[in-house]
């Protein structure tokens, strides 16, 4: 009777090894539907990559470029500073100039202020060719306020387009 025992164990034994067989290869088989559904994952995110990193590199030229279009721009204002400097100091000798004092003998018309200069920005001059020299740069200057208006006239075109 012990030979019928350890069969019914040995069978008993086969039965628990099939249904585990059963249950591994279940797992086996859910295991390789989701390994084919992790493969499309990996190329889904291979190609998110793929763009991200074209992505950053549009983002990494598109930066370079604003970086040579700020670098111009620093220069075009700096020059543009100087520029506009360099008319605030003509605009300043200018501005020191004394206006030419008129005398009603000549048919001029203006009014002079007490130290002899004539303030005012439209003195005219009977013949208007006379030059007279600027103190501070030895240039030969128009003595006529009309030519004068002329210089300022053209400074206030060089400052408007320095805007």
């Known amino acids: 009777m012990l030979a019928h025992p350890a069969s019914l164990v040995l069978a008993l034994l086969l039965l628990v090894n099939a249904a585990w067989c059963l249950v591994l290869?279940?797992?086996?088989?859910?295991?390789?539907?989701q390994e084919s559904a992790?493969?499309?994952?990996?190329?889904?995110?291979?190609?998110?990559?793929?763009?991200?990193?074209?992505?950053?590199?549009?983002?990494?030229?598109?930066?370079?470029?604003?970086?040579?279009?700020?670098e111009l721009q620093r220069k075009l204002t700096r020059r543009r500073g100087e520029e506009l400097a360099r008319w605030c100091r003509i605009a300043e000798r200018l501005a020191r100039r004394p206006l030419p004092s008129v005398s009603p003998s000549r048919g001029g018309v203006g009014i002079a202020a007490p130290g002899g200069t004539a303030p005012a920005a439209e003195a005219v001059a009977g013949d208007g060719a006379a030059a007279r020299k600027a103190p501070d740069t030895g240039e030969d200057a128009p003595a006529a306020a009309g030519d004068r208006s002329?210089?300022?006239?053209?400074?206030?075109?060089?400052?408007?387009?320095?805007r």
């Open 150 to 162: 002329c210089d300022r006239e053209a400074l206030l075109r060089a400052l408007a387009s320095l």
């Open 38 to 70: 992790l493969h499309g994952l990996v190329r889904e995110l291979e190609a998110v990559l793929e763009r991200a990193q074209t992505a950053v590199e549009a983002i990494r030229e598109e930066s370079r470029a604003l970086e040579r279009r700020l």
């Open 25 to 33: 290869h279940r797992r086996l088989g859910r295991l390789l539907s």
